[in-house]
């Protein structure tokens, strides 16, 4: 609710699908939203029938003509915090305590049925009346009348809830992998009396979806390593926390896992690559570094998998590594780490594997490229991160290619709490998409991905709802996807650059493209292979896909297609003549083919030019 922090007030009706009572006061609340938004009202809904789902819900909404976002409490927490009991009860809430100041009917229906249009009668009318004139909350009320809600638990004896057979297995399969001794977590739950002492911060976190870090809405596909808690667990942890966290009886399972988080998780690495040591300062700004480190095999090799293990992990932000092409030396890499991209470090993003029968190529002779992003945290560390790198016995089928759907022409205005910005890939050839991962700083609010099919209808891949800068993880498909050539993966983000978004360094910017986090990103990673490829007869373009990605973002109404509108000023004025000259099919727009046909006349005239001068 912190994005309405700025609200007058924030009214919740609780609804309920087919519940008469509810249906026949939508006028009622319809008319009173539409007198009190302007006023700085924020009107909501919020259903916590057992019996209901999101598909459902939407159904009752369009049949129903219901506009207003409604709230799923699919787990029945927040509906019993709030000790609701029936529908169409209303809760109004103040932003500036969020405390409920009314709670019950809208009003009198029977006297509006009489048409005594008595004032008292009005309740929420005269509470919403009260708090916009600033006086006391000293209004009326009167029990709703709405269809009782079945909460099964409520009555239910929390008490009996079994620490060990129950609690302590549901924080071993969620939790325990980061909050361990050496993990990337604060604290580890070791012991019961450590989850006891935390008890008050994990409801909390809990119930604001803040933990575990898993982010993918759970009706939009499904992901291999899913760490989201089922409404099962969370039911049966906020519940033996409201119950006092009682030990009862039987061994304490957490005490027994005590130890050490594995250095490297899949045993053992081929090769490990030491990334030189750096000094990260107490506080300021450090300028993100790009580590080039001689590969030292003499022998060409198939990555399969790439662990890496920050030496410092309160201050390593995030790790990017690749190579360099054989004899190449990057005299700076900032962006060449993608040219051959082997995996990345986030916190909860350790390990990539590669998929069945793919790998990454590394031949001899290239060079190990890293960006690593430090982060000060209030103490002088000195970071020594390293790679490790597990290998193929025998050479994988294909190659596992990567790509970045990104827009650097994102421009974030002021004080904007719903900016979109948006980018596509289009695979010119058939290919199956194993991965996606979502990025951007502080503002990110939501991202999506999206495949829009050859005959224009699109998909819905992901949805990442409430993003977090702080955990930047990647989801690979169950079942990896099949793309038809000429499919469009789209990649949307909003953003929330208001003064109601908690991590926000600077509302008052108009926010551009940056590295670092006070600036921002639309970035949107994803993993594929050519259906047609095989790791014996590589197909992949590297200068087709450099320009795909370049029209992407240029592409403003993705159709494929440039027109002259779409380019920005500065290269409006260099294609004065050569946009019409490659224009070849006379359209008024340039497709990727004609791009590229451009840049290869270009490339072989400036060779013409440098040969007539070298005579």
Do not use: C, M
């Given at each position: 609710l912190y994005y309405y922090s700025d609200a007058k007030a924030v009214v919740i009706m609780i609804q309920g699908n087919g519940c008469p009572v509810v249906r026949n006061l939508l006028p009622d609340f319809k008319k009173i939203r539409d007198n009190y938004e302007s006023k700085g009202v924020v009107f909501l809904m919020m259903n916590s029938n057992l019996q209901d789902n999101r598909e459902t819900i939407r159904a009752e909404s369009e049949e129903w003509a219901i506009d207003f976002a409604i709230l799923d409490d699919e787990t029945q927490l927040i509906g019993e915090a709030l000790g609701v009991t029936r529908t169409a009860e209303v809760l109004v809430l103040d932003p500036d305590s969020w405390n409920i100041v009314y709670r019950g009917a809208i009003n009198d229906r029977v006297t509006y049925e009489r048409q005594r249009k008595v004032a008292e009668d009005h309740y929420l009318v005269n509470t919403l009346d009260a708090m916009l004139a600033g006086e006391q909350y000293a209004v009326k009320a009167k029990a709703a009348m709405g269809c009782l809600i079945n909460f099964p638990a409520r009555n239910e004896p929390h008490d009996q809830i079994s620490y060990t057979e129950t609690v302590a297995p549901i924080l071993q399969k969620n939790c325990v992998a980061c909050h361990m001794s050496g993990g990337i977590a604060p604290w580890a739950m070791n012991s019961y009396l450590m989850v006891k002492g935390f008890s008050p911060m994990i409801r909390e976190v809990i119930r604001t979806r803040r933990m575990p870090p898993w982010h993918a809405d759970p009706q939009v596909g499904q992901w291999r390593d899913d760490r989201s808690m089922s409404a099962t667990e969370q039911?049966?942890?906020?519940?033996?926390?409201?119950?006092?966290?009682?030990?009862?009886?039987?061994?304490?399972?957490?005490?027994?896992?005590?130890?050490?988080?594995?250095?490297?998780?899949?045993?053992?690495?081929?090769?490990?690559?030491?990334?030189?040591?750096?000094?990260?300062?107490?506080?300021?700004?450090?300028?993100?570094?790009?580590?080039?480190?001689?590969?030292?095999?003499?022998?060409?090799?198939?990555?399969?998998?790439?662990?890496?293990?920050?030496?410092?992990?309160?201050?390593?932000?995030?790790?990017?590594?690749?190579?360099?092409?054989?004899?190449?030396?990057?005299?700076?890499?900032?962006?060449?780490?993608f040219s051959n991209y082997l995996g990345g470090y986030a916190p909860g993003n350790e390990t990539t594997h590669m998929p069945a029968g793919t790998g990454v190529f590394v031949p001899k002779g290239t060079h190990f490229l890293l960006q690593m992003h430090y982060t000060p945290v209030g103490k002088a560390l000195t970071d020594r991160t390293r790679l490790g790198l597990y290998f193929h016995d025998q050479r994988p089928a294909n190659f596992l290619r990567h790509n970045v759907v990104l827009n650097p022409r994102i421009r974030i205005p002021a004080y904007a709490s719903e900016h979109q910005e948006s980018a596509y890939f289009e695979f010119d050839k058939e290919a199956i998409l194993y991965s996606l991962l979502p990025h951007s700083h502080y503002r990110g609010k939501s991202s999506t991905f999206s495949l829009r099919y050859p005959d224009g209808h699109e998909e819905l891949l992901l949805s990442a709802p409430n993003y977090d800068f702080n955990w930047q993880r990647g989801y690979e498909f169950v079942r990896p996807l099949p793309v038809p050539a000429g499919s469009k993966l789209i990649h949307r983000t909003v953003y929330d650059n208001s003064a109601q978004n908690p991590s926000n360094p600077d509302p008052s910017r108009i926010v551009p493209w940056g590295l670092q986090s006070w600036d921002e990103m639309l970035y949107g990673d994803f993993t594929f292979s050519w259906v047609e490829e095989t790791s014996m007869q590589p197909i992949h373009d590297n200068e087709r896909m450099e320009v795909t990605q370049w029209f992407g973002f240029m592409d403003l109404d993705m159709d494929g297609r440039l027109s002259w509108d779409e380019l920005p000023q500065r290269m409006q004025n260099r294609m004065q003549e050569s946009f019409a000259l490659s224009d070849s099919n006379k359209d008024n727009a340039l497709s990727i083919d004609e791009y590229i046909a451009l840049r290869k006349a270009q490339r072989e005239q400036r060779a013409r030019q440098a040969a007539s001068s070298g005579q």
């Open positions: 039911q049966q942890l906020v519940h033996w926390i409201e119950a006092g966290s009682p030990r009862g009886e039987g061994k304490d399972p957490l005490s027994e896992l005590v130890q050490p988080q594995p250095q490297w998780p899949l045993g053992e690495p081929d090769l490990v690559i030491e990334v030189p040591a750096f000094d990260v300062p107490a506080s300021g700004v450090v300028e993100y570094q790009f580590p080039v480190i001689v590969n030292p095999l003499d022998k060409d090799v198939w990555v399969r998998a790439v662990t890496i293990v920050p030496g410092q992990v309160s201050v390593v932000h995030h790790v990017l590594a690749g190579t360099s092409e054989p004899g190449e030396v990057p005299a700076n890499n900032n962006e060449s780490v």
